[in-house]
């Protein structure tokens, strides 16, 4: 039996209104591959650069906690898990560099940071900002969407084993 | 003596903000080399993609004539004079399908088709809008980019070629 999913649960995928629209327009698929294949197609070759900057919109800050505005719910309790390893081991002084160099980043690309954070502390994530501000802005952008099709897999995996396991989303 | 160029003057060489600031940063200039190469250089390299979409909505659609919004009268000038090879040779028909095509391209995209018009017929670019219009979005945003500097570097010409003939911007 095919999944049903909704627009408002790909939004917690990728926070970009034209790909969510686009892979409901797409449903249902028959496993999860076919789902992320068809997710990659959809990033990279149909939605425009107004929806990658939505969708890197949607994200809080590397070393904040999502706000209380974000999308919904469930985007940001994927945020909170995806960061807790970053959390669990963060130290004041990172925090602030973090927050810092954010800023730097923000001002020159006109985007905020974004990096696939599951598994990785704030001082690597850190580093990786650091080394990716020198690049130029075109480069920087194809950059920022690769790394947020990695975050868009990785939630679609666990959309998928939640759905299988028959947990809805605001109880995942 | 150097010449003396305001970010009015830049911005009908590039309606972006951030470039025409950086350019009256960097000035004066000893040559028009020096302010292409400089211009290049900021384009490419230190504004962003925000810019990049700012400078693109400063322009008219290519086969309509600037509006009477153009950020300023020596912008819609400038379009004004690189489309009338266009005007002159165009046809009913090419008008029509390029006001089709520009919508269609527009929706994919998410800005307008960007072509340097100078001496080019409707029907030559039409050529080229559905030639693009197979672009990932990312690569045709580059190309969109290219083709902009190709205006900025023509229209800095003209610049100062009527500064040096003492031409004001408002009678050329």
């Known amino acids: 039996m095919a999944m049903m999913i909704g627009e408002d649960e790909w939004l917690v995928?990728?926070?970009s209104s034209d790909f969510a629209k686009l892979m409901v327009k797409a449903?249902?698929?028959?496993?999860?591959?076919?789902?992320i294949g068809t997710a990659r197609e959809i990033w990279?070759?149909?939605?425009?650069?107004?929806?990658?900057?939505?969708?890197?919109?949607?994200?809080?800050?590397?070393?904040?906690?999502?706000?209380?505005?974000?999308?919904?719910?469930?985007?940001?309790?994927?945020?909170?898990?995806?960061?807790?390893?970053?959390?669990?081991?963060?130290t004041n002084s990172a925090l602030q560099e973090l927050s810092?160099?954010?800023?730097?980043?923000?001002?020159?690309?006109?985007?905020?940071?974004?990096?696939c954070a599951s598994g990785r502390t704030h001082t690597e994530m850190l580093s990786e900002l650091k080394g990716r501000y020198v690049n130029r802005p075109i480069v920087e952008?194809?950059?920022?969407?690769?790394e947020q099709m990695k975050i868009t897999e990785l939630r679609i995996a666990k959309l998928f084993s939640d759905k299988a396991k028959g947990v809805s989303g605001t109880e995942s």
Not at 70 to 76: E, G, P, T, V, W
Not at 141 to 146: S, V
Request: aromatic share 14%; glycine share 4%; charged share 20%.
């Open 13 to 15: 995928c990728c926070g």
């Open 27 to 35: 449903s249902p698929f028959s496993s999860l591959e076919a789902a």
């Open 44 to 90: 990279f070759n149909e939605v425009n650069v107004t929806a990658w900057l939505e969708a890197f919109a949607a994200h809080p800050q590397i070393g904040k906690s999502p706000s209380p505005s974000s999308i919904n719910a469930d985007f940001a309790r994927r945020s909170e898990a995806e960061q807790s390893t970053a959390f669990a081991t963060t």
């Open 100 to 115: 810092e160099w954010n800023v730097i980043y923000r001002e020159k690309f006109g985007f905020i940071f974004i990096i």
């Open 141 to 146: 952008l194809e950059i920022a969407a690769k």
